[in-house]
């Protein structure tokens, strides 16, 4: 099955599955991996003094605030330990040494209770569940494709019930990650829809590129932050209730 898609003054036809980025799109999530960022900074600080701020800076945190288009924000886990490694190495350490003290920090932030994803510290955005129920109830597949892995996006859709809505829950488990067209590949393989049937929705250049390359049917842009643009975005929107299926 296949409809249109309306959205501002575009309309997508013959689509037959949305696939949605999960951070920034659908989760509010960006005040908890700002913690999270700035704990494993501090861990290895406390192993390799001084290394602390920069490591700060390349996740992009400054000023206490988390750059939504920053490597904390769209990077997966491997991306984001290799960049810390990096960060250790360059004070004389060997790439095995820094690679285990950077596993170590990533490690023991994972691990604590006090650093958890919950709808209270990740909540959904407002316009999450009815523009779901919206696309599903006019039987549109949809799909979560996230930079995080795979179990953290099936611990999201179990923690907000949206396993009525969501068909396929797929992160980023190895070294591939957005903005490479095979993970969008094989996101429609599961779904079992053609990419040029599909669109992709997300809040990062990573998320655009990629479906272009795919020859995804069109990209929808969310900016829930000031200031934000997206380059190439076929139509750039501020709620995901701007989605309509006809």
């Known amino acids: 099955m296949s409809i249109a898609i309306a959205c501002q003054d575009l309309k997508f036809n013959n689509i037959t599955a949305i696939i949605f980025d999960k951070d920034g799109t659908l989760e509010n999530s960006l005040e908890f991996w700002r913690e999270v960022g700035t704990e494993r900074a501090r861990l290895i600080d406390a192993q390799i003094p001084g290394v602390g701020e920069p490591l700060m800076m390349a996740f992009g945190i400054l000023d ?18 290799i960049a810390a490694a990096a960060y250790v190495a360059e ?3 060997s790439w095995h040494e820094s690679r285990k003290i ?4 990533f490690a023991e932030v994972a691990e604590s209770k006090y650093l958890t994803k919950t709808p209270k510290t ?10 779901l129920e919206s696309l599903t109830n006019k039987g549109v597949k949809i799909g979560i494709l996230s930079a995080d892995s795979t179990i953290e996006v099936k611990n999201f859709v179990a923690n907000h019930q949206l396993q009525d809505y969501i068909q396929l829950c797929m992160g980023v488990d190895n070294e591939i ?4 067209p095979r993970l969008f590949w094989q996101a429609c393989e599961s779904l079992g829809v053609l990419p040029e ?13 990629m479906a272009k390359e795919a020859k995804a049917a069109g990209t929808i842009g969310i900016c829930r932050y000031q200031n934000c643009q997206l380059d190439s975005v076929d139509v750039q929107i501020n709620s995901l209730l701007t989605i309509q299926a006809l």
């Open 91 to 93: 004070t004389g350490r």
């Open 177 to 180: 990650n957005k903005p490479d």
């Open 122 to 131: 990740a909540p959904l955005y407002d316009d999450v569940r009815e523009t």
């Open 102 to 105: 950077v596993r170590s920090a």
């Open 197 to 209: 049937q599909s669109l992709m929705v997300g809040d990062t250049s990573g998320d655009i590129i």
């Open 64 to 81: 206490n605030t988390l750059d939504p288009q920053g490597l904390m924000a769209v990077g997966s886990r491997y991306e984001n330990e």
